[in-house]
């Protein structure tokens, strides 16, 4: 069965720091890149940044460059979305989903899909 479990979000300060992390299980990890994507109320699921471990690149939106890293460490299964200086506009729920071959940002690309983890940032 395929899972993909997204933690770490939570109530935050506006500038403050979250680490969300992404267990994954059920398929072959190294074959599959990892997105992170967010949705806010009432807007639609967009993608913040992906990594492909195998081809050794990522990729981040623009709303977030600068401000997140996203890595991953195969040996886990499990990839991690590091957010500094975040804003009140970050609040959302936060999935991270699968997808093979390269990196990718559109959410109909990805193949599996975990449950999301909400991040709320208060100004």
């Known amino acids: 069965e395929v899972q993909l479990q997204a933690s770490g979000g939570g109530l935050v300060q506006a500038g403050g720091s979250l680490r969300l992390s992404c267990a994954a299980s059920?398929?072959?990890?190294?074959?599959?890149?990892i997105g992170w994507f967010r949705q806010a109320p009432g807007k639609e699921r967009v993608g913040v940044a992906c990594?492909?471990?195998?081809?050794?690149?990522?990729y981040y939106a623009d709303s977030v460059k600068g401000r997140v890293t996203m890595s991953s460490d195969n040996a886990k299964n499990s990839v991690y979305l590091q957010m500094n200086s975040l804003k009140p506009e970050d609040t959302a729920v936060y999935y991270c989903?699968?997808?093979?071959?390269?990196?990718?940002?559109?959410?109909?690309?990805?193949?599996?899909w975990g449950q999301g983890t909400l991040v709320t940032v208060s100004s």
């Open positions: 989903a699968a997808k093979t071959g390269a990196v990718g940002i559109e959410a109909y690309e990805f193949d599996y």
């Open positions: 059920g398929f072959n990890f190294d074959d599959h890149a």
């Open positions: 990594i492909s471990s195998s081809a050794g690149s990522t």
